[in-house]
């Protein structure tokens, strides 16, 4: 099969230029576009040489329709409002489509599952295969312990973050929920602040922490009469998620239409 023809989306910032510098050093893929939000001052600098790599010839361009035209795929790791921009184009030209935004509202939600008849969608909270397989086994442990075992999420990363809980965090309180065969948003507890009272039987807890240049550190604890089970990830670079998004692109390429997750790419829909 041919190499896939990839757009790196946010190419400018920290994980696009992760993103470009892998898929230049991969097999199976090649670098045919480098988007960037307009008015950035990035525009037309070179992808290859912001990525930390001999000049490439891809130039960073605003117009994604365009860079488009001759591409496969698409990856996304960008802000809302972004990503929601380029769900539309990316659909009318077939592509894949993968997402690793996060802070996405229910109305973003909606607006991509509403593409996904005609495109292929491939999206998580997190890209990292090491925190997809943590999450089916967050399902399994949550489905196996009764209520009498409390459910807290901690999460921790880098200064810069700008949404809370992290999408991470959030995609394993939603493997805790359907592990219970609960809904997530009528469990969450996602601030405790002054007199709280106590915690509320059968509640699913978030707790953030940000400082430093942590890349994302995310612990799912149940804790029962006597006892804890923990269950951790710690990402210490953000290639991992890079090398994920990669995966995720290479196995939808040439599926049928629809939203697929990263439980999906790795066999564990069904853990």
């Given at each position: ?168 965090a959030l995609m394993l309180g939603q493997a805790a929920a359907a592990g219970r065969g609960i809904l997530l948003e009528d ?40 006892e804890r089970i923990t269950l951790s990830h710690q990402a210490e670079d953000r290639v991992l998620f890079a090398h994920g ?27």
């Amino acid at each position: 099969m041919p190499e896939m023809r990839l757009i790196v989306a946010g190419a400018g910032g920290r994980m696009g230029r992760v993103l470009t510098r892998l898929v230049e050093e991969s097999r199976g893929a090649v670098l045919v576009g480098a988007l960037e939000a307009p008015g950035s001052e990035l525009l037309g600098k070179d992808a290859g040489v912001l990525a930390g790599l001999p000049e490439n010839g891809v130039k960073l361009s605003a117009d994604l329709w365009t860079l488009s035209e001759k591409a496969d795929g698409i990856l996304d790791f960008t802000v809302p409002r972004a990503t929601i921009a380029n769900v539309a184009i990316a659909a009318e030209r077939g592509l894949v489509h993968v997402i690793g935004t996060t802070g996405l509202s229910a109305s973003d939600d909606a607006v991509i599952n509403s593409v996904t008849s005609r495109a292929i969608v491939v999206k998580s909270g997190n890209m990292s295969l090491g925190v997809n397989l943590l999450a089916a086994l967050v399902k399994r442990v949550a489905r196996a312990l009764d209520q009498s075992f409390d459910i807290e999420i901690l999460e921790m990363h880098h200064r810069d973050k700008i949404d809370a809980p992290s999408g991470t965090a959030l995609m394993l309180g939603q493997a805790a929920a359907a592990g219970r065969g609960i809904l997530l948003e009528d469990h969450a507890a996602r601030g405790r602040d002054g007199v709280t009272g106590a915690r509320r039987s059968g509640d699913i807890g978030f707790a953030s922490l940000r400082g430093g240049t942590a890349a994302g550190d995310h612990s799912v604890i149940f804790a029962g009469a006597s006892e804890r089970i923990t269950l951790s990830h710690q990402a210490e670079d953000r290639v991992l998620f890079a090398h994920g998004a990669l995966k995720a692109a290479l196995w939808a390429h040439g599926k049928k239409p629809g939203l697929y997750t990263m439980a999906d790419v790795l066999g564990l829909s069904d853990f």
